[in-house]
């Protein structure tokens, strides 16, 4: 076979039906929609395309610029586009934490401007979102930037109703569960509408990460509630996921299957089949059900070895902060808006913010210093940094999700750590002092 574009091999992926004794469900015929073998190796390669293929022209003509807001695979394919076409591309995001896709999109040419909203979701009218922020540039570059805008743009889900849905329509014809991860929704959300056409009863499964932890490409319940196309009338119920959960199910695909997915995918995986376990035992016939393949694994190495280092032979951290259980953090000591400042009042606290330093920047509680949580992570992971203090440790984030991780692995390690409750939000929202002069330490 013989291409003049690589945008050809776009769309008409795969649809892969994972053997019974893998998934071990009864009544369940269970299907993998291979996104992974888009040729920029993921389903996000259809949104690029279609949100750029009828402006390419007009683009190269005007010499314009390109702009989105992505956690990367969106940016990788925009990116790769954008290269054929000779147009510069700008990635403005609060969430790219995968060191292999940093150093994928500065491979690819990407200028990336790392900000974070105050709620760590899309908020168009939060002035530190990175939505406001590429609005505001558009604005200032007067017509020599285009925001291709994923969040927004109707071809998002247009796109998914069109191809993605309608070829796993002609491929089964009848499909009982659509089960996915929520980032943008927009694939959701098209592909779910094209399938109802067949099955109005169609049951879609929307799969979140646990709010305490971290499932690149998939965003928890709190980031997608006021973002992109999320409506929850559009599904029949949601199931949350575990990073490790999310790992297991991407090894089980990977060694049981070849399927070399990334975690995303694993996730997707593991909730569709623990979500369906007990219910399809009372199946009175056999169910289609369709589970999305993201992306592939080698985007995600230095992910999956913090996690699971016996993976790559190394020796396993038993005390590691990807170890803790759920209940581990959510038990993780809190303290209210009123605690932690009779804590400043009395006992002289640590006060350690874990959002971004541009996040940092633009405005914290007096006395804190900042240490990212990518980084704070890897020390956790070692050995306290605290060690020596004789001093309580407050951590803050914006929401007081991350945050209740830290606070829980330096209690388990034996110091005094908390988590501010409700975050840096709970704090403004109290009318508290904000400081914008703050000594950075990472």
Known sequence: ??????????????????????????????FAKLEMCNPFGSVKDRIAWKLLEEQIPELV?????????????????????????????????????VQETKDILKLLGV????????????DPKDPNDPQYLIQKQVIEAKGKL????????????????????????????????LCSGLGTSGSTLGIARRLREDNPDLFCLGITASKNDFIPGIRTIDQIWEAGFFSKSEYSDFCTVESREALSGMMTLVRNCGLLCGPSSGAHYTATVNYLREKSINFNEPKNVVFIVCDR???????????????????????????????????????????????????????????????????????AINIPIEYLEKLLDLKSPFSGY?????????????????????????????SLLGGLQNWRTAGKPISTQQEQYF
């Open 61 to 97: 003509s005007n010499q314009k610029g390109l702009i989105e807001n992505s956690s990367g695979n969106t940016a990788k394919a925009i990116a790769a586009i954008a290269g054929m076409h000779k147009l510069p591309f700008k990635l403005v995001s609060a969430l790219v934490r």
């Open 297 to 367: 694994i080698e985007w995600y190495l230095s992910y999956i070895k913090e996690r699971m280092p016996e993976l790559f032979a190394e020796k396993v951290n038993k005390n590691s902060i990807f170890t803790l259980f759920p209940e581990e953090i959510n038990s993780a000591p809190q303290l209210s808006v009123e605690q932690v400042e009779q804590f400043l009042e009395d006992s002289n606290p640590l006060i350690v913010d874990i959002r971004n330093s541009f996040a940092f920047q633009l405005g914290t509680i007096y006395g």
């Open 1 to 30: 076979m013989i291409i003049e574009k690589i945008t050809d091999l776009i769309g008409n992926t795969p649809l892969f039906r994972i053997p019974d004794e893998v998934h071990g469900l009864k009544n369940v015929n269970l």
């Open 146 to 177: 285009y925001f291709t805008s994923q969040f927004t743009n109707a071809q998002n889900p247009e796109v998914h109703y069109e191809t993605t849905g309608a070829e796993i329509a002609k491929d089964l014809k009848k499909v009982d569960f």
């Open 390 to 418: 004789d001093r309580d440790v407050i951590f803050i984030c914006p929401i007081g999700e991350q945050s209740k991780r830290c606070a829980a692995q330096l209690t388990r390690m034996g110091g005094r750590g908390y």
């Open 111 to 122: 200028e990336l401007e790392e900000v974070a909203g105050s709620l760590n979701c899309f």
